[in-house]
């Protein structure tokens, strides 16, 4: 069995403990939707994200929701979109990379050519991810992802609520205590679609060059730039100005 399939089977807490969270995401996002509107959820598509997306549809919270189409995706992660649109009705918002600088990347440094280093792959990710998202983040007062502590080491402290002073807004992690394991009882109970890339042994999604299967013992994100120390596994998205992720300015997680 996959580490990807046990931790779907696994049930690390008791129902009611899981309830309490979902009624505490619930919470939040009426809260986000109140006082922080118009607020925006990133969806990188993955389970977590799609706990988030099925929550923010279900209670009908006024948040809307966005993802990001790198040219670079699979197949399996692209075919959520419209898995969405099926299961909820809800036609997601859809953020591509400037063409020219995609174009002039390739002509210089090679289609693949962050393998080569760390800098050339973080230049990778800002054109296709950091500059798009700064597009769909305009105008807004809040942005939400779902992240979690459990993800990867630089994630251990991450607040559920912060301020992105890279994008000038509050920035909202609902799952920041949430286990793998509450992430897919949840999508059980709910029969939220999920990547089918899921059954082949991925825990972490991103672009299929930058992407694989994960083997027991390994880390949620150790298939993300697998080539890279852990240290420099975070794409951009998420890195303030310092070059840390995002702190809570008070203790709200």
Request: with cysteine; aromatic share 8%.
């Amino acid at each position: 069995m996959s580490q990807a399939a046990a931790d779907r089977t696994a049930t690390p807490t008791r129902g009611e403990t899981l309830a309490a969270k979902v009624a505490v995401l619930e919470a939040l996002l009426a809260r986000i939707a109140a006082g922080f509107n118009p607020a925006v959820l990133a969806s990188s598509l993955s389970i977590e994200d799609m706990v988030v997306t099925d929550a923010i549809l279900r209670t009908k919270a006024r948040i809307d929701i966005f993802t990001l189409d790198t040219g670079r995706m699979h197949a399996d992660t692209l075919a959520m979109i419209d898995a969405i649109e099926r299961r909820y009705g809800h036609a997601l918002q859809v953020f591509r990379p400037e063409a020219g600088a995609v174009t002039q990347y390739i002509t210089v440094h090679g289609r693949d050519g962050f393998y080569r280093s760390v800098d050339l792959r973080k230049r990778c990710c800002e054109i296709r991810k950091v500059e798009p998202l700064r597009r769909a983040l305009a105008g807004r007062k809040a942005w939400l992802t779902g992240m979690r502590r459990e993800q990867a080491v630089i994630r251990a402290e991450l607040p559920v609520q912060a301020f992105d002073a890279a994008n000038g807004m509050e920035k909202f992690n609902p799952l920041a205590d949430w286990s793998e394991g509450e992430v897919w009882t949840y999508i059980k109970a709910h029969a939220v679609p999920y990547n089918a890339l899921y059954e082949q042994g991925y825990r972490s999604i991103g672009c299929a060059p930058c992407s694989r299967p994960v083997v027991a013992g390994e880390e949620v994100r150790a298939g993300r730039w697998w080539w890279e120390l852990p240290v420099s596994k975070e794409c951009g998205l998420h890195i303030g100005p310092e070059g840390t992720l995002q702190r809570a300015r008070t203790a709200t997680s």
